[in-house]
């Protein structure tokens, strides 16, 4: 069993963007971090709703009809099959789960390689 | 689909202690905020990982062998089966994930009903 995570002393172990680290594990989901900024690609979970809550900084995710700005404090989940991208103009640092293996970029063939931290 | 969640404003809407508030839904789990204060009854949850996330103050999980104490901005996942209690000296807000339906005190005839909010 793993001892308590301290999310702020995971985030300060690297620096690249959109690369998440799995921090905890949650009924088959990755509990995970990243550090984001600029803009990712457009994509979609098929199977799998996709949990973002900022911890830091502000990110909007783009949703083809409309956008959804997040600060700190705030969560947003974005449901199985739709698509969206998620845009930070400066770095912010997100906690996300998802299923363990899920593509980030929704494709495997150009998705992160996801880390145990 | 939800619009953003902002986590301290649902946590303003109520003040009673260990009576989670739904606050979205992520892959058949509900995603909720908590105020506790004092100690919750020793339980466990036969079939799933129980995640919590500190958002302000603190509080220790007492396990059987051990105590994991987490401050704000901390998490930790009590695996399946695993009794614990969660203990809060002053009052502190929590972010959970649980299966929906899942009973807060591992007992449905205890257990607090869970209101979305």
Request: hydrophobic share 45%.
């Amino acid at each position: 069993m793993q001892d308590a995570v301290n999310l702020a002393e995971k985030l300060a172990q690297f620096n690249t963007h959109w690369s998440p680290r799995i921090v905890a594990g949650y009924n088959g989901n990755d509990v995970m971090v990243v550090k984001v900024q600029g803009a990712f690609v457009w994509h979609a979970h098929p199977d799998t709703d996709d949990f973002f809550l900022v911890l830091k900084g502000e990110i909007d995710i783009e949703l083809r009809d409309r956008v959804v700005t997040l600060c700190a404090g705030e969560m947003f989940v974005v449901p199985a099959g739709v698509e969206h991208r998620p845009v930070a103009r400066e770095e912010a640092h997100l906690l996300l789960i998802e299923p363990r293996g899920t593509p980030n970029t929704g494709d495997p063939a150009t998705a992160a390689v996801k880390v145990q931290i």
